[in-house]
């Protein structure tokens, strides 16, 4: 084709005639354009198949993180409905020392005692540019702001942790009823909420403190009457947030779904 449009060059430019030449010229220029421009339709029309395709792939990643995100949030909500539900029925006993029941007392005082923490897979989209393959705005708008409302939940969480370290189990220890409360914990089998296998149970024998312990004084101490008080509104607010966080999981994870079926 080359050796064509060169012949025909050449008999144009021997028979001098120029104008026709100079037509010719400028339909060799527009051929190579349209060609060129062709070429470019072609490769641009590749890669965005070739982005259509990680875009889908990071879609499905994305899709299987926060369904994991979402299953783990959903336990630690649940430890910290407990930890709530422990709290209430702990005041109870605070408020009716004379009904008391030592074993249901231990149990819920070990429900207070768990340390509930999130702590959700991390994909490194933003840091590695992957980001833009994804086309829905309103989705790169929640995977942006994922980080800092998650951090919203671990910073109330971070701070029940240092609540359980430094308050609640020095007040244990000097109540002396720790040794009690862990060998009611383990005595007929334990499996955490928060467990790996659901279906594993672990028995101990730690066997109950041989001091001289009086339940009624330890029901009068007002500094676990402030402690299980504490919990419940530390839990409640923490929960609050969680719920939050929840419901942009499961906006994400709608629209994620719709991409991938479009």
């Known amino acids: 084709m080359i050796k064509f449009f060169r012949h025909i060059r050449k008999r144009l430019l021997s028979e001098s005639k120029f104008s026709k030449y100079l037509l010719y010229a400028i339909g060799e220029i527009i051929l ?11 490769n641009n029309w590749n890669e ?11 879609l ?7 369904q994991s995100n979402l299953h783990q ?20 006993q605070i408020d009716n020392p004379e009904s008391v029941n030592e074993s249901k007392f231990y149990t819920h005082l070990g429900e207070i005692f768990r340390d509930p923490t999130f702590d959700p897979i991390k994909n490194d989209i933003i840091g590695s ?23 919203q939940v671990q910073e109330m969480e971070l701070e029940f942790q240092k609540f359980r370290t430094e308050i609640i ?45 009086d339940l009624q004084k330890v029901l009068q101490d007002v500094e676990l009457e402030g402690i299980v008080s504490t919990v419940i509104t530390t839990h409640q607010i923490t929960n609050l947030q969680s719920e939050t966080l929840r419901n942009r999981i499961l906006n994400i994870l709608k629209i994620i779904e719709r991409e991938i079926d479009e």
């Open 129 to 151: 540019g992957n980001l833009r393959l994804i086309k829905n705005d309103t989705l790169v708008r929640f995977l942006s702001n994922w980080s800092s409302e998650v951090y």
């Open 48 to 58: 965005s198949r070739k982005d259509s395709a990680r875009e889908n792939l990071i």
């Open 60 to 66: 499905k990643q994305l899709q299987s993180e926060y």
């Open 169 to 213: 189990i020095p007040c244990y220890n000097r109540l002396g009823i720790s040794r009690n409360m862990h060998n009611n914990l383990w005595k007929d089998g334990y499996t955490p909420t928060e467990a790996l296998d659901k279906e594993a149970s672990s028995t101990l024998t730690i066997e109950p403190t041989k001091k001289d312990l």
């Open 73 to 92: 949030l959903d336990e630690k909500i649940l430890m910290r409905n407990e930890g709530l539900q422990a709290c209430h029925f702990l005041l109870n």
């Open 32 to 42: 190579v354009v349209i060609g060129i421009l062709i070429a470019l339709q072609i």
